[in-house]
């Protein structure tokens, strides 16, 4: 007897479900994707921190610092405390990258997404951030959330090339 069509598609359904940034839903158990290189960075692993950076999200819409320098090549691990009392993220990207991102949480505040250069604290809890910033250059981390990017609420980082590498 050959199995049926609806039987092979159940068993090969995947038994968790997908991680939710945006949404009211909580991940179950992801398997861990493949690093994404992009123009800021990649995922960092923790086991490779070269240092830790505190940051504190508030209801007034700013990060403290909101300035950062990191060397071309360091591997950071962001704590993330939230101390207000609405939702906030961090998400790390190119000024041009985070102002689309902004537009799009504006039109579709619901939207729901997970990446490693992202983190989403909840009232009076800490997140965290891993990258590795392999690539020089002047980057922004925001929080996304509808109108939170646009009342101010983001912040640079500035990754200085090796020293000896190349201009």
């Known amino acids: 007897m050959k199995p049926s069509?609806?039987?092979i598609a159940l068993l090969a359904a995947p038994l968790t479900q997908p991680a939710h940034a945006h949404g009211e839903k909580?991940?179950?158990?992801?398997?861990?994707?493949a690093a994404e290189q992009t123009?800021?960075?990649?995922?960092?692993?923790p086991a490779q921190v070269n240092r830790t950076v505190t940051l504190d999200m508030t209801d007034a819409m700013r990060f403290t610092?909101?300035?950062?320098t990191v060397?071309?090549?360091e591997t950071v691990r962001f704590v993330v405390r939230?101390?207000?009392r609405m939702r906030h993220e961090m998400v790390i990207g190119t000024p041009d990258e985070l102002a689309k991102h902004a537009a799009l949480m504006a039109r579709f505040p619901n939207m729901e997404h997970d990446e490693a250069y992202m983190v989403h604290v909840d009232p009076g809890k800490t997140g965290e951030i891993v990258w590795h910033f392999n690539r020089a250059g002047s980057f922004e981390f925001a929080c996304l959330i509808a109108?939170?990017?646009e009342a101010g609420m983001r912040g640079t980082i500035t990754v200085t090339p090796k020293q000896g590498a190349a201009k």
């Open 82 to 84: 939230h101390t207000g």
């Open 147 to 149: 109108g939170h990017y």
């Open 39 to 45: 123009a800021w960075g990649i995922a960092g692993k």
């Open 5 to 7: 069509l609806l039987l």
């Open 65 to 68: 610092p909101d300035t950062l």
């Open 26 to 33: 909580k991940p179950v158990a992801v398997a861990p994707a």
């Open 71 to 73: 060397q071309e090549g």
